[in-house]
């Protein structure tokens, strides 16, 4: 059974920061293209960061850009978002996924397994 645990989430302050950890088990996903989405109150889920396989490459939504980090660390089947300088408007539930295929970048429709959610506020 394939499962993705997220933590790290919770209340903060404008400009503090933020680490979410992401943990892979029930299947080989350090062979696979990983990622983060967030979904705030009354919005569409929207992409935040995505991680090849390899960690070699990146990608980052334009409104994360310079501030949010991916990572990955394969020999733990784990992904991290550091977030930094938040903003109130990063406040949302954030959600792992990993995609099904090693193909990269991969389009969203490629995520085929996710977490259940970790929540981030930001206060103003």
């Known amino acids: 059974q394939v499962l993705l645990v997220e933590s790290g989430g919770g209340l903060v302050q404008t400009g503090d920061s933020l680490r979410l950890s992401c943990a892979a088990s029930?299947?080989?996903?350090?062979?696979?293209?990983m990622a983060w989405f967030r979904q705030a109150q009354g919005k569409e889920r929207e992409f935040v960061a995505a991680?090849?396989?390899?960690?070699?490459?990146?990608n980052y939504a334009d409104s994360v850009k310079g501030r949010f980090t991916i990572s990955r660390d394969n020999a733990k089947n784990t992904v991290f978002l550091q977030m930094n300088s938040l903003k109130p408007e990063d406040t949302a539930i954030y959600y792992c996924?990993?995609?099904?295929?090693?193909?990269?970048?991969?389009?969203?429709?490629?995520?085929?397994?996710w977490g259940q959610g970790t929540q981030v506020t930001v206060s103003s």
């Open positions: 991680i090849q396989w390899s960690g070699g490459s990146t």
């Open positions: 029930g299947r080989t996903f350090s062979m696979y293209p």
């Open positions: 996924a990993a995609s099904y295929r090693r193909a990269w970048p991969p389009p969203s429709y490629d995520y085929a397994y």
